[in-house]
């Protein structure tokens, strides 16, 4: 129990550090290359962060654990917008433009639907729904690239990115080769400490999955989007939640089952993809309805993360 218990410290540590590696190096070679801070924002920064779901979620389809894959995912989602947005939002309201509710949170939700007819389908995500998913994926990316050049930068975010091209790009790409290699040696050790503590305390693969697994794959999102909030960035808090939300979805389930055929566990349809919809909706009525998220909303969003993990475990199933 003690190994185990460290292997998820050290699993948890590992991906956090390589979690802030791999994004503060996107982010220099986004900005190396021209693209703006909106773009960098929904996919650079959402992929950067949603990498340590994509290596717990393979690591544990392939060691046959579909039961924390499935609920890794789907509990990453339910923390990002439950935990992540509702501290990010006591700590500094956040406000949204209509633009960004309409496409970007709009189509979060109508990918969370489309997400469950292929999971109720025989239990089972396949490599052809796999396929589709990856290419709902390149839709979303090819969609954000073409605002690249939409989009105006300020005179500070041109002087960060006149700054970003002064380091070797050699160098960024080595501190993200760096940081995917955390990320892997984190997912490897947090996936294996918790299904060993899993199984010794009589909690499925599933709630570990939901939970623990969830939340420490998670860490880069709340670690960038705090920062973010303190310094009231409120559209990079959004745009990280939300991108890594879909990313989610896409890739994660769209390259795990591409390489991987994933079994769905029917507990996961019903009840935690529920959850999943439902806080999903909640966020974007919240910000259509007036725009921002408020304290108060902030500690709604929070507790309701809270209840769902407290039910977790005092069902342990």
């Known amino acids: 129990m003690l190994i185990s218990a460290l292997l998820v410290i050290v699993g948890i540590a590992l991906l956090y550090f390589g979690g802030e590696l791999l994004v503060e190096n996107s982010i220099r070679l986004a900005k190396a290359f021209g693209v703006s801070s909106l773009v960098i924002g929904l996919t650079v920064v959402a992929f950067a962060t949603s990498a340590p779901e994509l290596a717990a979620t393979l690591t544990a389809a392939f060691k046959g654990a579909p039961e924390m894959a499935i609920g890794n995912v789907l509990g990453s989602n339910v923390a990002n917008l439950g935990l992540i947005l509702g501290v990010s939002a006591i700590i500094f309201p956040l406000y949204a433009t209509v633009r960004f509710i ?16 292929l999971m109720a389908t025989g239990l089972h995500l396949s490599r052809l729904e796999g396929l589709l998913l990856v290419g709902l994926l390149g839709v979303f990316i090819a969609t954000q690239m073409r605002e690249t050049g939409t989009e105006s930068e300020t005179a500070d975010e041109e002087a960060e ?3 970003a091209g002064e380091r070797p790009v050699w160098l960024s790409l080595l501190g993200v080769a760096v940081g995917v290699g955390l990320l892997v040696g984190g997912a490897y ?69 591409l390489a991987h055929p994933i079994d769905v566990p029917a507990k996961a349809l019903a009840l935690d993809f529920w959850v ?20 108060f909303e902030g500690a709604i969003l929070l507790a309701l993360y809270l209840g769902y993990m407290i039910f977790l475990y005092w069902a342990k199933g």
């Open 161 to 163: 990115g006149e700054a």
């Open 102 to 117: 309409r496409r970007e949170v709009a189509f979060m939700v109508f990918v969370t639907i489309v997400i469950y007819p």
């Open 276 to 295: 999943v919809l439902a806080i999903s909706v909640l966020v974007l009525i919240a910000l259509a309805t007036q725009r921002r998220l408020v304290r």
């Open 189 to 257: 050790a947090l996936v294996e400490g918790a299904s060993t503590i899993a199984r010794s305390l009589g909690v499925s693969d599933r709630v570990i999955g939901l939970t623990l697994v969830a939340l420490g794959t998670s860490l880069p999102e709340l670690a960038a989007a705090i920062a973010a909030a303190r310094r009231h960035e409120g559209d990079l808090v959004l745009g990280n939640v939300i991108g890594s939300n879909i990313f989610n979805l896409l890739c994660i389930l769209g390259f795990t089952s």
